[in-house]
């Protein structure tokens, strides 16, 4: 297996003013050419900084992330995000949010009408062509989530980040959605690395599972394979014994061995209002 | 109805009425400013019948209307003049090239008074030199500032002390810098209209350096996020990112700054005795006369019903401008 990208002892630490405080601690992680890798685990736990810090948006404080073997330090339109929030500019259309991805990407190797006829692709692509002159305020969150998949595939990139991209769509634009995510993942292979909440999403697009264990000092605590044959069916798999075996692995991991997120911060709670009941009752006193 | 789009019926809530009720509506629409107006007038009418002055009795509605029917036959009266002033010397020049072909014929321009419309002409010219002025300096400032924290934070303690000042401690400071710098014998402007304008730009620019640099400072993390990733220069930024978040704040301090522009020129104007409407206001109180006081009154009125037309014209602006056809303005 030749690795593509590598996260290597990646660890960040935040300032706070009673020092630094340790978010993320030593994930390791390759990924090769092609694959689907989903990140899965408790809000918090640092999902999204991971990501960020792949995306070059963040730094690690220790160890780095190298893609091709080159280290990345900082944002690159080769590694192209889709956000949580689709983060179109509500000035554009759709196509125009599409054009400034292309222009900044191609802008010396495309012509005016190979740029057109590329941002026209890549919305065919998401189904989008009925709605390019749309702006963002006139198209539905899932039309607006489509545009914003588009305007990262647009960018022809090495790796494709997806934070939570489909969290805030309803069950079935959700489904649409992650649909058209497998079939363009099948037809052009780009490397993807997806954070999401949702295990049957996690188990269906994933080539990968990476687990990862609650924060402070967060970091990759299992990984799991998901060896199921492609193309797949949601519906026939959730039929499928070795399907609802993966899900229950997933299940098991985040709400038997790392369920103590409720109980960690229900503690910190009781332990915060322990120290402040002194302190009001002297307060009442004065 | 049924054709209506949803984006029409936001803008226009009152195609949603029907027929008679919609009548209503409009009838509430122009009714309840009458009655307010009407109101006031009798307020006005009743107590300005109780206020004797030096100069007789307080202007009423009706002897402002008598003012302003005045105020205008004097400018036609005035046109009139200039007009035959021209016609006159025209004549006298053609007779005299007539008798003597290399006669040496001058045109001499009419020196009338300026009348009150001339004067609202002046203003209106001043006020808006020093606002585009202004916001020439102000917008890229603001647009600087917003965009990097440390030349924030070096020149914010500057613009919190010069925000604040009044526009008549700036104005003998502006007039005694004007005539040493402005030294030529062949003026474009005139020095009185030099400084009124730089009072005003120095009064108008705060408003709009203060909004348009929090417009740009909180531009969403995640299109600043979108800008990182897609790696855009410096102008494409600026251009595609900052300035279209930023627009609504850049325009309220836009009117901000407009409205302050018109105050500041009608009192930098009567101090300085600088051509426009303050002056018209501050002769008119000089010259004491019966009239004098219903005349201030028309001024009063014209300054705050131009006032009021300029906001407008920003509003409209600001409409043609926004990408964002559905937001309330007001």
């Known amino acids: 297996m030749n690795t593509y990208l590598q996260l290597s002892e990646v660890s960040i630490d935040f300032p706070t003013p009673k020092g630094p405080f340790r978010a993320l601690d030593k994930i390791n992680l390759d990924i090769v050419k092609g694959e689907f890798v989903s990140l899965i685990g408790h809000s918090g736990c640092g999902k999204s900084t991971v990501l960020n810090i792949v995306a070059g948006l963040h730094q690690a404080t220790y160890g780095g992330v190298l893609l091709e073997g080159r280290e990345v330090n900082s944002p690159g339109a080769e590694r192209a995000v889709v956000f949580q929030n689709h983060s179109l500019l509500p000035w554009l259309t759709a196509y125009e949010n599409v054009e400034l991805a292309v222009k900044q990407v191609f802008k010396r190797t495309k012509s005016k009408a190979e740029m057109r006829a590329w941002i026209e692709h890549n919305l065919e692509l998401v189904h989008m062509t009925h709605a390019m002159d749309k702006r963002p305020d006139e198209i539905s969150g899932g039309m607006k989530q489509r545009v914003g998949i588009a305007r990262a595939l647009a960018m022809e990139p090495k790796v494709l980040l997806m934070d939570e991209p489909f969290g805030a769509l309803d069950a079935l634009t959700r489904a649409h959605l992650q649909d058209s995510l497998m079939e363009i993942h099948r037809d052009l292979g780009n490397t993807v690395i997806m954070i999401t909440h949702d295990v049957d999403e996690a188990v269906l697009l994933s080539d990968r599972i990476v687990m990862m264990t609650n ?23 959730s039929d499928d014994a070795h399907y609802n075996h993966l899900r229950h692995e997933v299940l098991a991991f985040l709400y038997e061995r790392q369920r103590k997120v409720e109980d960690f911060s229900a503690a910190k709670k009781a332990r915060d209002r322990a120290t402040d009941a002194p302190s009001g009752r002297s307060a009442c006193a004065v | 109805m049924n054709t209506l789009s949803l984006s029409q019926l936001r803008r226009n809530p009152a195609r949603l009425i029907p027929g008679p009720a919609r009548l209503q509506s409009l009838a509430m629409a122009l009714m309840l400013p009458a009655a307010g107006l009407l109101i006031f007038l009798f307020i006005w009418h009743s107590a300005a019948n109780m206020i004797d002055t030096s100069l007789g009795k307080f202007p009423g509605p009706a002897q402002v209307w008598e003012q302003s029917v005045n105020l205008a036959a004097e400018h036609s009266a005035e046109r009139q003049r200039a007009h035959d002033f021209h016609e006159r010397q025209a004549l006298r020049n053609a007779e005299r090239l007539a008798a003597d072909p290399a ?6 321009p009419y020196t009338g008074k ?37 030349i924030y934070i070096a020149i914010n303690p500057l613009i919190q002390l010069f925000k604040p000042v009044s526009p008549l401690a700036w104005l003998p400071l502006v007039t005694m ?3 040493a710098v402005y030294v030529t014998n062949d003026p474009l402007f005139s020095k009185s209209f030099l400084n009124s304008m730089f009072t005003v730009l120095l009064c108008c620019l705060w408003p709009t350096v203060i909004n348009t640099a929090v417009g740009v400072a909180n531009v969403s993390k995640d299109l600043l996020n979108v800008s990182h990733v897609l790696q855009l220069n410096a102008l494409t930024h600026v251009f595609k990112i900052v300035l279209p978040s930023a627009l609504p704040l850049m325009f309220t301090g836009l009117r901000l700054s407009l409205g302050i522009a018109w105050m500041v020129l009608i009192a930098a104007e009567m101090l300085a005795q600088n051509p426009g409407l303050g002056k018209f206001v501050w002769d008119e109180f000089q010259n004491g006369s019966s009239n004098s006081l219903g005349r201030i009154m028309v001024a009063v009125l014209v300054i705050g019903f131009i006032g009021f037309l300029l906001d407008r014209t920003m509003l409209l602006l600001q409409r043609r401008v926004s990408w964002d056809k559905n937001a309330i303005l007001r």
């Open chain 1, 215 to 237: 924060g402070p000092a967060a970091t990759v605590g299992e990984i799991l394979a998901i060896d199921l044959p492609r193309p797949r069916q949601r519906v026939e798999l």
């Open chain 2, 103 to 108: 006669a040496m014929v001058e045109i001499r």
């Open chain 2, 114 to 150: 300026p009348t009150f419309f001339d004067q609202i002409g002046t203003s209106l010219v001043t006020v808006l030199s020093g606002f585009i002025l202004a916001s020439i300096i102000a917008i890229p400032l603001g647009i600087l500032i917003g965009l990097n924290q440390t």
């Open chain 2, 177 to 179: 810098v004007v005539s």
